[in-house]
C-alpha cells in the first residue's frame, strides 16, 4: 500500500479548515540545517529541506553539489544530531531551465530534464518545476506566453515520471513525489533593488496558470502527475530588499486567497517570506499559503550570531598575546570583496552604504561566502578560541540577550554551537507559530 505524502496531508487540513502548514528552509548551510533538525526533533515533526536549481544540479552548482551528493550531505547532518532520516522532506526549487537561461530553448530543456531527473532519482519527493524564464531564442521583447511555460512544465513533469518509474524499479517503496508548479516575481534569491514593482498575483493569472498547466499535463498523458500537483508558486505580496520588507496585506490578497477555495486540491507556496513577522506568517497560512519558504532569514540569523559571538571573543581575547583571533568579521568582508560576483548586481548606492549591505542586508548574499575556506576557517577558529574558556554570562547578555535568557531558565548551554543554532531556532520558532495550529493534533486524533 502506497503512502500518502506528507505534504498531502497538510493540504487535507488546509481543506478541512484547520490552518496547518510548514516551513521549507532553502538552505546548505550545515549549522542552518543542525538546527532545523534539533528545533524538529522537539515536536517530531518533520523537516523539510530544499536546494535550488543554481545551487545544486548535475554540474554540481555554486555547491559544488550534485543531488545524490545533496542529499547524502542532509543525511550526514541527520545521523550527526539523530534525526530521523524517515522524517526529512528533500525538494528541488525552481527546476527547470533557470540554469540555462541563454541556451536555445532545445538545449536548455534538455538540460532542465536532466535537472528534474537526477532531483527524482536521488529521492527529492517535493519537486517545483519552474519554467517561467525566457530562453535563448525567445522574443525578450514580450512577456512569455503561459501557454509556452505550461507546454515546458508538462515535458518536465513527464522527465520527472519516467524518473520516478526507474527509481520504483530499484526501490518499490520509493514517495512518489509531489509536484508545485509556478513562479514569482522577481527571481530566485530576492529583489535585486529596492523599487522593484511588487504586485500581488491576480486571480486571472491563478486560474489560467492552473487551467493551462491541467491541460497541458491532461494532453501528455500526466493525469497521475497532475493528482500530484499540491501547490502553486503566486506573489501574495511579501518581498524584502536591503533595507525593506514588504509585509504581508491580507486585504490586499484577499481576492486571490478566497479564489483557492474553489481548488480543492491546491494551496498556495510563498516565496520570499523571510523577515514576515509571526503574526503576518501566521495569516498566510490561515489563507492558503501553506508553504512558507525561507532561506536568507535563516542564514542572516546565523550571521547575526556568528558577529555576535566574534565581539564576545575580541572581548575575551583581544589582549592575549597567545591567543589568535578569529577576525570572522573582517575576513568574511574580505572574501565578499576578493569576489564580488555573488552581491554586485544586488547592492547599489554609495560605497558606504554598499559596505553597510555587505554585512547586514536583508538580501544577505554573504550566504554565498560561508563555504570559501577562510572563511570556515574564521569560524572554526571563533568556535575553538571561545569553547577554550567558561563565557561570561554577562557578555552573553550584552551581545546574545535572547540566549541569555534561555540560559538563565536551563534550557540552553553556553557552548558557542549551541549559542549560534539557537538563534537561528529563534527565526525557525517563528514558522513553528505559523504553521502548526494548536488544535492540529486534536484533529489528527478524531
Known sequence: MSRTHPLKEIVKFQKKGIPAGIYSACSANDIVLEACMERAMQDSFYVLIEATANQVNQYGGYTGMKPQDFKSFVLSIAKRVNFPADKIILGGDHLGPLTWQSLPAKEAM??????????????????HIDTSMHLGDDDRSKKLEKTVIAR?????????????????????????????????????????????????????????????FKEAFLSNDLSEAWDNVIAIVVQPGVEFGDESIHEYDRNAAKELCEELKNYPTLVFEGHSTDYQTPEALKAMVE??????????????????ALFALNH????????????????????????MVKNPANWIKHYHGSQE??????????????????????????????????????????????????????????????????????????????????????????????
Open 110 to 127: 534538455e538540460e532542465a530534464k536532466e535537472l528534474i531527473r537526477q532531483f527524482v532519482l536521488a529521492g527529492f519527493t517535493k519537486i
Open 152 to 212: 515546458r512544465g508538462a515535458i518536465l513533469a513527464k522527465a520527472a515520471e519516467e524518473a520516478y518509474k526507474e527509481l520504483v524499479a530499484s526501490n518499490p517503496d520509493a514517495l512518489h513525489p509531489v509536484y508545485v508548479i509556478g513562479s514569482e516575481v522577481p527571481i530566485p534569491g530576492g529583489s535585486q533593488g529596492e523599487e522593484d514593482e511588487l504586485q500581488v498575483t491576480t486571480v486571472n493569472d491563478f486560474s489560467e496558470t492552473v487551467d493551462l
Open 287 to 304: 489563507d492558503g499559503i501553506a508553504i512558507l519558504k525561507v532561506g536568507p532569514a535563516l542564514i542572516f540569523a546565523l550571521r547575526e
Open 312 to 335: 564576545i571573543e575580541n572581548e575575551l581575547f583581544q589582549h592575549r598575546s597567545d591567543v589568535q583571533l578569529s577576525r570572522f568579521i573582517e575576513v568574511l568582508d574580505e572574501a
Open 353 to 446: 552604504k554598499i559596505r553597510l549591505a555587505r554585512k547586514y542586508s536583508f538580501s544577505d548574499r554573504c550566504r554565498y561566502y560561508f563555504p570559501v575556506p577562510e572563511v570556515k576557517e574564521a569560524i572554526s577558529r571563533l568556535m575553538q578560541n571561545l569553547k577554550s574558556t567558561d563565557i561570561p554570562i554577562s557578555l552573553i547578555s550584552q551581545y546574545m540577550p535572547v540566549q541569555y535568557y534561555r540560559i538563565r531558565k536551563g534550557l540552553l548551554s553556553k557552548e558557542p554551537e549551541s549559542l549560534a543554532k539557537d538563534r537561528v531556532k529563534n527565526c525557525i520558532d517563528q514558522y513553528l507559530y505559523a504553521t502548526q495550529p494548536v488544535n492540529k493534533n486534536e484533529h489528527e486524533r478524531n
